[in-house]
């Protein structure tokens, strides 16, 4: 079903579409089919103009068997084309998906929906049959069938997906051809049946001139670093340890070994990130990736190489937790780990990506900051983010700007070498091993200012730790300003960071175009935050922050600002719909004459 | 070229040395010095990475490059290090607690993967920066400050440890045999792959004596074996004793008794560890323990230069990697 959402995706996507997808899937590698448990979902939204989520409501479904169908259903709009299998529903299928009879003959389904049933197991038989594959194999062709009647129905090309098949089946040349068969006895189906009445038309969308391709965000963030690693001339040394949902970052560079990079899957996650540190202290560009539990793992090398002060970039794909958590489904709750999760004083900066496409900016900005400051660097993405796509506008590389790195140079002098003398950000210089005259050890010990020597001197203890704050808090004076969608003052200001910037924005285009004094500010600086953001919030009658996780960004910034924030707050290994927002934020905005919320409700976590 | 020639003094670095008056660890720190310049590697390609205890103080004390990281884990920086630059030489400063207990995971995954550092164990059997707990290599029974009623733990043994994870390179030797233990960090330094070193170390303060049947020049003939390739395993004050292989074990026999084609002749060079194996378990009292090197196998790839070759290929066969190239690569569409 993956594999099907994403052919549409690129399919709707090459068709000009504007694009945004939401794969929802099982933990479990084998969920057992038919179960409730067991249904991989992927919905795709398509549209003619820009559009930033995929969507609250449905507008059609398609389901292959009875649990697919009761665990969807809600979704569907009033109205709304539901497609079944016919053949996925019988005894034994209503018995695995825990239901008493067949759902499709409940009369309201006929009465809400519009309710299109085809024989889909035997009409892939049938179109198959001349393949000789056993039934087994054949009934595994009866997804692309059903591709092949969306195809119809929205009017897309089958073009890319036939390009597809022969490319990932052209060693299995009787199973490409019976996919291909599959697909297109699908749309033939859809075209002389007369029970759609009518198919769908969606023009290209108004985007921005140039090339386009469609992104997802695991491999914008791996095609990130490889730029990065390119244009900073570094080799790129990425050490992890698989973990859902980062491995796919894994999977896309490794591909990478003709542009410099080396991939070290190691044992565990604290292997992972101390030889990265390692491959760090060699001068190399230094990556490492995890999720959630992994990020716990790495807490005490991550503490090492900010002591240490050697560039890197760690990245946390966030997961449902705590501890195992949801493994495939997205929330926002690392934040507060990623802030302070480590022993001591340690601040690292901390940046997070607003979608799929945005994951390649915030890579090389990632590793930009890591050189400029040499400290690690976190990335907070998320699962949405992660395994969901959208248009990206393909960069001219001539254009994109250098990363220029300077590894002090030696000499025979055996002048003492000061390996933390600091530059005018606080920097010290990346003195790496090979070179003549500046040899010094490093250590997770506490060290004497400059000359890097341990040191247990109280008032060194306290300059280092200093020194080391400061470090992060000045990047604030190098990034841009918060910008904000709307005016910079008025009734409401809502902030958000990371996955959740399309749906808050949506909701809040909708409540300006509702008449109400809203906006937003979509923050990509999570550590630092900008420095006008104190006197931003400070211009509105209330802030809102709607996040998925209990409240942790509004922590920080009622800590920060002694502004107070009110919550808008979920986890349910979901993202936010549009409506829900719209509804929060409306409950909030003041009328225009007594100057008071519609409903002073707070969320309980508030 | 004419070279500078350097000498131990010249990798001593700045810093006072903070272990304990009397600390084995003196030792192999003088051996160190004297070994690196007989090997010809410059000091600044010279990379020593420690990991947490005593010993991991060793690369402070080092003039060239160094890293004292965290508990356990110095030969994972090794790896990420090594893969990415093996033109340095890398040696691994580590102890019975930091590399058999927190890092007993890394440790038995970079000999498996054959890095190609040397790893340097110092086994005193006891943890003495904590300040006197009991280390998995304490023997059983041992009352310490964790353990008032004696240890429960079956101790492990490293370099069984290492022939298990097919070590290329796994060798002991003790503190006090300075000569032994110059030779055998020298032997280490040559091999190309991950090298083991075991070194009995004493600590003075917690464990004093533990290891005196080893350590000290009276007892040490009686009970230790020192290995060469291709030679038998006599040892004895006078001499006289000798290891021969009975059925699927050793035992010692009087040279005089035997003739000479039934003693082991030890082999370092065989792939298959099995008798490497049972050297390894040849412990006092029952037996002589052997110092020297095991395990010295030649032809298995190290893991730097396999990942650095995947890069070499991937460039012979792809061309070097064009950012723009992948930019437009696969399906793209024009908005005008």
Request: aromatic content about 8%; proline content about 5%.
């Amino acid at each position: 079903m993956q594999l099907l959402g994403t052919q549409l995706t690129n399919t709707s996507a090459l068709a000009g579409n504007d694009v945004a997808t939401f794969p929802d899937f099982p933990a479990e590698i084998r969920a057992p089919r038919g179960t409730r448990a067991g249904v991989s979902g992927f919905q795709v939204r398509f549209a003619s103009e820009e559009i930033f989520t995929p969507g609250d409501h449905l507008d059609a479904l398609v389901v292959m068997n009875p649990a697919a169908m009761v665990t969807n259903l809600g979704d569907l709009r009033k109205g709304g084309i539901l497609i079944a299998n016919e053949d996925g529903f019988n005894e034994k299928e209503f018995k695995l998906a825990k239901v008493e009879s067949n759902p499709l003959d409940a009369s309201v389904i006929e009465e809400v929906y519009r309710v299109i049933k085809v024989p889909m197991t035997a009409l892939t038989r049938e179109a198959v049959a001349a393949h000789g594959l056993s039934q087994k194999i054949a009934d595994r062709c009866k997804n692309f069938f059903a591709m092949g009647l969306v195809y119809w129905l929205f009017g897309r090309s089958l073009e890319p997906t036939l390009r597809f098949i022969e490319d990932k089946f052209g060693k299995k040349p009787d199973i490409a051809a019976a996919n291909i068969s599959a697909l297109r006895a699908g749309w033939a189906f859809g075209e002389t049946t007369e029970a759609f009445g009518e198919s769908y038309q969606v023009e290209a969308a108004d985007l921005v001139k140039g090339t386009y391709r469609n992104m997802m965000g695991n491999q914008a963030l791996a095609w990130g670093l490889v730029a990065a690693s390119k244009l900073s001339d570094k080799d790129m040394f990425y050490g992890t340890y698989p973990i859902t949902p980062a491995s796919d970052i894994l999977h896309e560079v490794t591909r990478f070994k003709n542009f410099g990079v080396r991939t070290f899957q190691a044992e565990d996650e604290i292997a992972a990130v101390c030889a990265t540190i390692g491959a760090a202290f060699g001068g190399t560009m230094a990556v490492t990736a995890s999720s959630g539990p992994g990020i716990a793992l790495k807490a005490e090398a991550m503490g090492l190489g900010m002591m240490l002060e050697l560039p890197m970039i760690v990245i946390n794909v966030q997961r449902g937790g705590p501890s195992t958590g949801l493994p495939t489904k997205t929330e926002q709750s690392d934040l507060l780990q990623c802030m302070f999760g480590r022993n001591g004083e340690s601040p690292l900066p901390i940046l997070a990506p607003r979608s799929p496409g945005d994951c390649f900016d915030i890579a090389v900005e990632a590793w930009r900051l890591a050189v400029e400051c040499m400290c690690p660097v976190l990335i907070l993405s998320d699962g949405y983010i992660a395994n969901g796509s959208e248009p990206w506008k393909i960069p001219d590389v001539s254009k994109l700007p250098k990363i220029v790195i300077k590894h002090p140079e030696g000499g025979e002098s055996d002048a003492p070498f000061m390996p933390y003398a600091r530059d005018e950000n606080l920097a010290r210089p990346w003195a790496i091993p090979g070179t003549q005259g500046l040899m010094h050890r490093l250590g997770g010990l506490e060290k004497e200012d400059g000359t890097g020597n341990v040191s247990y001197d109280p008032a060194n203890h306290q300059h280092m730790t200093d020194t080391r704050a400061a470090k992060v808090s000045r990047i604030a004076e190098r990034i841009p300003d918060q910008d904000v969608y709307g005016e910079t003052s008025g009734d409401v200001l809502v902030i958000s960071w990371g996955g959740t910037y399309g749906s808050c924005h949506t909701a809040v285009r909708n409540c300006r175009n509702a008449g109400h004094s809203v906006s937003h500010a979509h923050l990509r600086y999570i550590n630092p935050l900008p420095k006008n953001l104190g006197e931003l919030m400070r211009g509105f009658n209330k802030v809102i922050v709607p996040e998925l996780n209990m409240g942790q960004l509004r922590m920080l910034l009622r800590a920060k600002y002694l502004v107070d924030c009110i919550g808008v707050n979920k986890v349910q290994g979901k993202p936010f719909a549009v409506s829900e927002l719209f509804e929060a934020i409306e409950s909030h905005v003041s009328t225009a004459k007594d100057g008071k919320s519609k409903a002073d409700v707070r969320n309980k976590a508030g | 070229m004419n070279l500078p020639v350097l000498k131990a003094a010249d990798f001593a670095s700045d810093q006072d040395v903070r272990w304990c008056p009397g600390c084995g660890d003196y030792s192999i720190l003088a051996q160190m010095k004297k070994v690196l310049p007989e090997l010809g590697v410059p000091r600044e390609k010279t990379v020593f990475i420690s990991g947490i205890g005593c010993s991991s103080r060793f690369p402070y004390y080092m003039n060239t490059y160094g890293m004292h990281s965290i508990h356990g884990r110095a030969p994972t920086f090794a790896t990420g290090l090594k893969s990415t630059r093996p033109d340095l030489m890398v040696w691994v400063i580590t102890g019975d607690g930091d590399a058999l207990s927190i890092g007993g995971n890394h440790f038995i995954h970079c000999l498996r993967r054959n890095l190609d550092i040397n790893i340097v164990l110092f086994n005193n059997r006891i943890y003495g920066l904590t300040k006197g707990q009991y280390s998995p290599t304490s023997s059983e029974g041992q009352v310490t400050k964790s353990t008032p009623m004696g240890s429960i733990d079956h101790p492990l043994h490293p370099l069984s440890v290492a022939l298990a994870a097919e070590a290329t390179f796994v060798a002991r030797s003790i503190d006090a045999h300075v000569k032994h233990l110059g030779e055998t960090l020298k032997r280490a330094a040559e091999h190309k792959g991950t090298s083991l070193v075991e070194v009995y170390q004493n600590c003075n303060v917690f464990n004093d004596g533990a290891m005196a049947y080893a350590q000290e020049r009276k007892q040490r003939a009686e009970n230790v074996v020192e290995l060469e390739h291709g030679k038998p395993l006599i040892f004895g004050t006078n001499n006289d004793k000798a290891v021969r292989l009975v059925g699927n074990h050793l035992e010692v026999v009087n040279v005089a008794d035997v003739p000479a084609d039934d003693l082991l002749i030890h082999d370092e060079k065989e792939m298959n560890p099995s008798i490497q194996m049972m050297l390894a378990r040849m412990r006092y009292p029952e037996m002589p323990e052997p110092i020297g090197v095991l395990r010295a196998v030649q032809g298995i790839a190290t893991y730097n230069d396999q990942i650095n070759d995947q890069v070499t290929a991937a460039k012979a066969k792809k061309g070097e990697g064009d950012l723009q190239a992948l930019f437009n690569s696969g399906d793209t569409w024009e908005v005008a």
